[in-house]
């Protein structure tokens, strides 16, 4: 258990409106990362974290904007939900000896 | 670009017939080639990680090898509780500080009793 939880776990919202999701760690790991999973996709990057305040685009960055206020938080926000952003969202530390991703339980988000 | 194909999609096996996911990748320069498997509605869980042509790593009836340009993850005598998707995924040289991942698509694996 790397102790990375994800909140909410499930989320149905309208095209247009804001929606945040939250990592959360419990062991003081530097980096952070922020997927989506979808079918026919695998897991694509969206931002990374490498520090407070410390922040990164992945592959599909556009339209999503991430913080990192505290060490234990990575904030995924989408300013303006589209339908195209339904999509499952995992979390991701690096950690372990060979520095390996350990990932969240995901956040089910549906935008109708 | 740095790219991984997973081969089969699906695969259906009974219990105790043995087999070989795929895969395949293109990278510059591998820093390592990781092994997850995923269940349904859960996050991927890790497995192995391989650094270098001819390693070999095992976990129970698991084993992952890795060639130059492809890595194999034998299963022996599988079981139903291995039905999951494995995924496999590479770091290229370049994203060694980012620690950055390329993932493939992921081969779903059904094991009939």
């Known amino acids: 258990d790397a102790g990375i939880t994800q909140s909410p776990r499930h989320k149905v919202t309208e095209t247009g409106t804001p929606v945040t999701l939250r990592c959360h760690q419990t062991?003081?790991?530097?980096?952070m990362y922020w997927y989506r999973q979808d079918p026919g996709h695998g897991l694509r990057l969206i931002h990374y974290?490498?520090?407070?305040?410390?922040?990164d685009k992945g592959e599909v960055s556009d339209g999503y904007s991430v913080s990192r206020s505290k060490t234990e938080d990575f904030l995924l926000t989408l300013e303006s939900a589209t339908s195209s952003q339904t999509s499952v969202y995992f979390c991701?530390?690096?950690?372990?000896?060979?520095?390996?991703?350990?990932f969240g339980p995901g956040t089910r988000l549906t935008v109708l | 670009e740095d790219q991984v194909t997973q081969s089969p999609e699906a695969l259906r096996l009974q219990e105790g017939e043995s087999s070989s996911l795929n895969c395949s990748y293109t990278?510059?320069?591998?820093?390592?080639l990781f092994w997850y498997r995923q269940d349904p509605g859960k996050g991927p869980e890790f497995l192995f990680t391989?650094?270098?042509a001819g390693e070999e790593k095992e976990k129970e009836r698991l084993k992952a090898t890795l060639t130059k340009k492809e890595s194999f993850l034998h299963i022996t005598a599988p079981k139903p509780e291995d039905s999951a998707t494995y995924l496999c995924?590479?770091?290229?040289?370049?994203?060694?500080?980012?620690?950055?991942?390329?993932f493939g698509q992921g081969t779903t694996l059904q094991v009939k009793p």
């Open positions: 991701a530390i690096r950690a372990g000896q060979n520095n390996e991703q350990f």
């Open positions: 062991e003081n790991h530097r980096y």
């Open positions: 974290s490498y520090g407070v305040k410390d922040t």
């Open positions: 990278v510059s320069g591998l820093r390592g």
């Open positions: 391989l650094y270098s």
């Open positions: 995924a590479v770091q290229a040289v370049g994203s060694s500080n980012t620690g950055k991942l390329i």
